[in-house]
């Protein structure tokens, strides 16, 4: 066996584990579908390189940090102030946890990530506090989406009073003011559509051989596809009780099926 390359493989599937690990302030709220410290730390990413005053090489950098800051979740989970742990001891066990995960990568490598890690810990550099503005902000972000998904007033109201006076950078502060005018407005600002219709839609739809199930064009499938989400649509713009992607798909699977009868 290639110690090297088990290495790699054990902490690749810590990083799998962040996949699956809840953000806590979600599930203690209520949230239905809570995101993953990995979905979080995805978006904080993409949201480096849209920076538009920092040179390429500080975008890089705060995409680095962007991946790195939440990773020791992934071995003891989402601590928060809920959890009655105080900050020095919450340091120390992610401490631990990235050094236990740096120590399986080759060492220019693992000392690279602790030192990502502890740069955004220690909020000494430029970069550094860019990307802690980027995480408060996500978290706004996502609690707006929460409530517009779950049709439930400013039931997360608790997140925007708490930390909108913590962004500190210009930039952040102007994305959080089109964010919190956004809210305030009641504006319907519309979600992307679901996109897991369509990734589903391919496993219910066809066989293992990639047979197509039912007598349908393409063309019909989408055309039906696209009538059921506008649908679906309707329905939460009008506060009724809304589908969720399994009832849509069942909905037009029977369809189809009673078409195909």
């Known amino acids: 066996m290639n110690t090297d390359l088990d290495g790699l493989l054990e902490f690749l599937l810590y990083v799998g ?64 102030e809920f959890d009655g742990i105080p900050k020095t001891e919450k340091r120390r066990r992610e ?12 060492a220019d490598v693992g000392r690279e990530i602790f030192s990502l890690f502890n740069e955004y810990a220690d909020q000494k550099t430029s970069e550094s506090k860019f990307v802690k503005d980027l995480d408060i902000f996500d978290m706004l972000l996502q609690a707006y989406e929460y409530e517009k998904l779950q049709s439930d007033g400013e039931f997360l109201e608790d997140f925007f009073t708490g930390s909108v006076h913590n962004i500190k950078t210009d930039i952040v502060k102007q994305w959080l003011k089109q964010l919190m005018d956004c809210r305030a407005s009641g504006e319907q600002f519309q979600l992307p559509t679901d996109s897991n219709v369509n990734t589903m839609l391919k496993h219910i739809l066809y066989d293992e051989q990639g047979t197509f199930l039912y007598n349908f064009s393409s063309l019909e499938v989408r055309s039906k596809s696209n009538h059921c989400i506008s649908t679906k649509s309707k329905s939460e713009h009008s506060n009724s009780s809304s589908m969720d992607t399994t009832q849509l798909l069942a909905n037009l699977v029977k369809s189809m099926k009673h078409h195909r009868s």
Do not use: I
């Open 17 to 80: 584990q962040a996949k699956r690990t809840f953000r806590t302030g979600w599930v203690l709220h209520g949230v239905e579908k809570v995101e993953s410290v990995a979905d979080h730390m995805y978006r904080m990413a993409v949201m480096s390189l849209l920076l538009p005053t920092l040179s390429e090489e500080s975008k890089v950098r705060c995409m680095k940090l962007a991946l790195v800051h939440d990773l020791a979740e992934s071995v003891v989970g989402d601590l928060t």
């Open 95 to 106: 401490t631990e946890a990235m050094l236990y995960l740096t120590s399986l990568l080759p």
